[in-house]
């Protein structure tokens, strides 16, 4: 999945990742919100509630969403600036130890989850996860060329309806046929993206509800088993090489 890069990755590889990442995504976005109330992903409602905030002078909210917003931003550069850095060094596995950067960070903001209490909980669990899902969106979007994203669902959707309303053209003649593989394609790539999307936050809420803080850390953990796939597979190229 964090190993092919671009034209050489298939609807199969992009399917499995955007399964995979949306799930997690979904997950921690719900239990998030669940928890204190704020999306750390979602920023289209975020520079909404900001701009909202701004008009009615309501200052001190309006820094914090703000914060929530160019956090999100900074989690997407620094995955950027690493995955360049190891494009450059020729790492083949960097994709893979982009994610495992993230998994371990999460795990680090799991334990602060689990440790912290009044006040200083709700801004350090929605910055740290705005972070982190930038980070993770960057990593999608750059090893599958932007076909796949996890983090937030409105261009998905957009693009359901796109591709629900060409393949109802194609079946009444009139766009060519010879695209609906294609958009059959990209379809179920986008359904299957966003049920996984809603499933992982249902199961986020519940697992949240029960265990709270442990729920950062075994989503963690999960990240790393998938991290450390990539860079297994890496290593045993290289030795087949």
Request: hydrophobic share 55%; proline share 1%; charged share 15%.
């Given at each position: 999945?964090l ?11 992009d ?8 799930a ?18 979602n ?6 509630i ?8 309501a ?67 929605v ?18 060329n932007a ?9 998905m ?18 766009e060519?046929?010879?695209e609906?593989?294609?958009?059959r ?9 966003i ?27 999960l ?19």
């Amino acid at each position: 999945m964090l190993i092919r890069q671009g034209h050489e990755r298939n609807e199969q590889i992009d399917r499995k990742l955007a399964s995979c990442l949306a799930a997690i995504a979904g997950a921690l976005n719900a239990a998030a919100f669940y928890a204190v109330g704020f999306f750390s992903a979602n920023m289209t409602g975020n520079i909404s509630i900001f701009s909202d905030h701004i008009a009615v002078g309501a200052w001190i909210s309006a820094l914090f969403y703000l914060a929530i917003i160019v956090t999100f931003i900074l989690g997407a550069a620094v995955s950027t600036l690493l995955i360049n850095a190891g494009r450059r060094r020729n790492i083949n596995a960097i994709y893979a130890y982009s994610i495992l950067t993230e998994g371990i960070l999460l795990a680090i903001l799991g334990c602060a989850d689990l440790w912290l209490l009044g006040e200083w909980r709700a801004p350090v669990l929605v910055i740290g996860l705005a972070f982190l899902m930038g980070l993770q969106n960057a990593v999608v979007t750059r090893i599958s060329n932007a076909r796949v994203r996890t983090t937030h669902i409105s261009g998905m959707a957009t693009d359901v309806g796109i591709e629900l309303g060409m393949m109802f053209d194609i079946l009444r003649g009139r766009e060519r046929p010879s695209e609906a593989q294609h958009d059959r394609a990209k379809l179920l790539l986008h359904v299957q993206t966003i049920l996984a999307f809603l499933f992982g936050g249902i199961l986020g809420v519940l697992v949240y509800r029960s265990a709270g803080g442990l729920l950062l850390i075994a989503t963690a953990a999960l990240l790393l088993a998938i991290a450390m796939a990539g860079i297994f597979r890496v290593r045993q190229q290289r030795v087949q090489a």
